[in-house]
């Protein structure tokens, strides 16, 4: 029993460093995870799923319930894209 069973928490940059750590935590306490990470190199550049996905991969692997998500959250539509995602009927089977 966690203290965020049946939540659902959105962190953003959550495939590297403090993000990662925080996703991993919330998990552990029992929350639904999306995990956002552009996936960029460290000058900024480029863009991957590999570093979201493999926290997701991580979250599962201990038992977990989580989602990836490589969008900018810089870029307005990409933000507001998943923030509005739950709320949305096609979005509810993917992502709570
Ligand atoms: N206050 C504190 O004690 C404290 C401690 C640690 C880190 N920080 C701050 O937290 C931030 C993260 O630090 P870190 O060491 O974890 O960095 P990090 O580089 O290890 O991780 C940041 C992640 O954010 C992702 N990212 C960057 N821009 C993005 C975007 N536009 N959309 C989505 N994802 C994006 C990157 O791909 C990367 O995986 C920094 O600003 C750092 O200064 C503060």
Same mark, same amino acid.
């Given at each position: 029993?966690?203290?965020? &069973?049946?939540?659902?928490?959105?962190? *953003?940059?959550?495939?590297? %460093?403090? %993000?990662?750590?925080?996703?991993?935590?919330?998990?552990?306490?029992?929350?639904? #995870? #999306?995990?956002? @990470?552009?996936?960029?190199?460290? &000058?900024? $550049?480029?863009?991957? *799923?590999?570093?979201?996905?493999?926290?997701? &991969?991580?979250?599962?692997?201990?038992?977990?319930?989580?989602?990836?998500? %490589?969008?900018?959250?810089? @870029?307005? &539509?990409?933000?507001? %894209?998943?923030?509005?995602?739950?709320? *949305?009927?096609?979005?509810?089977? $993917?992502?709570?």
């Amino acid at each position: 029993m966690g203290i965020c &069973d049946g939540r659902v928490v959105v962190i *953003t940059g959550a495939g590297r %460093g403090i %993000g990662r750590e925080h996703a991993l935590e919330f998990a552990r306490q029992g929350a639904k #995870v #999306v995990v956002n @990470d552009l996936g960029g190199e460290m &000058d900024g $550049t480029g863009s991957s *799923t590999g570093p979201a996905g493999e926290v997701v &991969d991580e979250i599962r692997g201990m038992g977990g319930e989580a989602v990836a998500n %490589g969008d900018d959250v810089s @870029d307005w &539509d990409g933000a507001g %894209g998943w923030s509005r995602a739950p709320s *949305t009927p096609s979005a509810r089977s $993917t992502c709570w």
